[in-house]
């Protein structure tokens, strides 16, 4: 079975800058980043990449890499 | 699935979620408050600024202990260096936000509310199209359970689902999100306790940066930017330009970085069971961001609404939305005309940024009661783009005649 989401590279997580903060939460149109507790949760087969979770990362802990 | 039931669930537990909680609870609703994080208030993210002791004291009693300092004045830095200065005594406060909110949720459990640390809802339950309670999960065991309930709140916040869930919202444009980062920063001169706000592109583009007093000497330092106008940089970028610019001697304590909303009020707050209410339901300022005696304002109006829907056993859409109304046309309204400020200062040119704020300056009577006058704010920056006047005036009509309609 393949992961598109992992195969594809659609979005890195830099986890040592990212301090949940949920800003790509809000901004990502389908809920594909999620605040679980104190955990952030990628789902990638819902990540339609457009990249405005990224833009809003006060950190740069995402990054979009294409 | 184990299956609970409750009058009342709330997500959150932030002041919108707690105000609801103590309104439904104290009035005798069986009522449950769900927080996903393990302690609420913590960790904090905000730059803990609230408005004069009467507004926030219809609320709690802001004793000495929340009270980090009071706020004597305001200082204002224009994009070209040009600084004005204003002494205002006890314009307002700068709390501990993390024992404000805890505060609050102690006075929901105190009026018999349940309230839970550590579970978050994952999913609203419905029936037929009514939202009945919600999927919970106990985070430390990973059980999902149900909870049924007559009214669900959103009170979920910034990142918050639930509202789409519900059909009230969608994600927000980049735009429409303010991206921040903030110090706590000690060994900073702060002795006269005003706040002061810095405005220009090349300290916090369509935003701006602020230092608010915490204590004598230690300061709640941040930026706030638009994140598509800040040529690729991160809000972690500016505010490390800003401290080295104001205080580069300062020691760093605690980094917060975070998003605030700075959008639209939503056309309606409610759905048939459902009721959002806080920043999740855009209710913080859009000009300045802050959002915590809006989101009390809101809470309280949704509970009067919440209240007789339960009374009457009717929780329609259409019994709730008595919310929408008495919301639109208080701050919904005022929030509207700070929402086009915004959208004008933000986006002039420095120069002409500069030009706007002297303009502000001359003007009279701008501040009264400890707040500034939204429709005299946008009057003045409206000179600075005339050109936009019926668009504006349009925009803000069609905005509270339509919050009002639904």
């Given at each position: 079975m393949t992961d598109i989401g992992k195969e594809k590279k659609i979005i890195d997580i830099d986890r040592r800058l990212c301090i949940v903060c949920g800003a790509c939460s809000a901004a990502c149109p389908n809920e594909a980043l999620i605040i679980e507790g104190m955990n952030l949760e990628f789902i990638p087969e819902r990540c339609r990449p457009c990249g405005q979770a990224a833009i809003v990362c006060p950190t740069g802990a995402l990054t979009c890499p294409r | 699935m184990e299956s609970e039931k409750f009058d009342v669930v709330i997500i959150g537990g932030g002041p919108a979620g707690a105000r609801t909680a103590w309104r439904t609870a104290s009035r005798g609703y069986s009522t449950l408050l769900l927080e996903k994080r393990p302690r609420v208030g913590f960790p904090v993210r905000c730059a803990e600024a609230v408005g004069p002791r009467e507004d926030v004291e219809r609320y709690l009693s802001l004793d000495e202990s929340l009270i980090s300092s009071p706020v004597n004045g305001v200082v204002l830095v224009s994009p070209g260096g040009i600084r004005y200065e204003a002494e205002m005594p006890e314009i307002g406060f700068i709390v501990d936000r993390e024992l404000f909110d805890r505060r609050l949720a102690e006075i929901a459990a105190g009026g018999g509310a349940v309230v839970r640390t550590g579970h978050q809802a994952m999913g609203l339950l419905r029936e037929n199209s009514r939202i009945r309670g919600v999927v919970a999960k106990d985070l430390s065991s990973g059980a999902l359970y149900q909870v049924r309930s007559r009214v669900t709140v959103g009170a979920d916040g910034v990142e918050s689902i639930s509202p789409r869930w519900a059909g009230l919202k969608t994600g927000y444009r980049p735009e429409e999100l303010m991206s921040c980062a903030q110090e706590l920063i000690s060994g900073i001169d702060v002795s006269l306790r005003y706040i002061e706000f810095h405005l220009g592109t090349r300290c916090a583009p369509g935003g701006y940066a602020w230092v608010f007093p915490k204590g004598k000497n230690s300061a709640n330092v941040g930026v706030g930017i638009n994140p598509l106008r800040?040529?690729?940089?991160?809000a972690t970028d500016y505010l490390e330009r800003f401290i080295a610019a104001r205080c580069a001697e300062g020691r760093r304590h605690r980094l917060v970085v975070g998003a605030t909303a700075v959008a639209r009020g939503l056309p309606s707050l409610v759905a048939d069971g459902y009721v959002a209410v806080g920043e999740a339901a855009n209710q913080n300022n859009p000009f300045s961001g802050g959002g915590i005696i809006n989101a009390l304002e809101g809470a309280d109006l949704a509970a009067d609404a919440i209240l007789e829907a339960l009374e009457s056993n009717d929780q329609s859409a259409n019994r709730l939305k008595t919310y929408n109304k008495n919301w639109w046309n208080s701050v919904g309204r005022t929030n509207e005309i700070f929402y086009q400020a915004a959208r004008i200062l933000y986006r002039l040119p420095d120069g002409e940024m500069d030009r706007a704020l002297a303009r502000l300056k001359r003007e009279k009577n701008l501040i009264s009661n400890k707040a500034i006058k939204p429709w005299k704010l946008l009057k003045v920056l409206l000179l600075s783009r005339p050109a936009l006047v019926f668009q504006v005036a349009g925009s803000i009509g069609k905005g509270i005649l339509f919050g009002n309609r639904s």
């Open positions: - | 800040s040529g690729g940089l991160r």
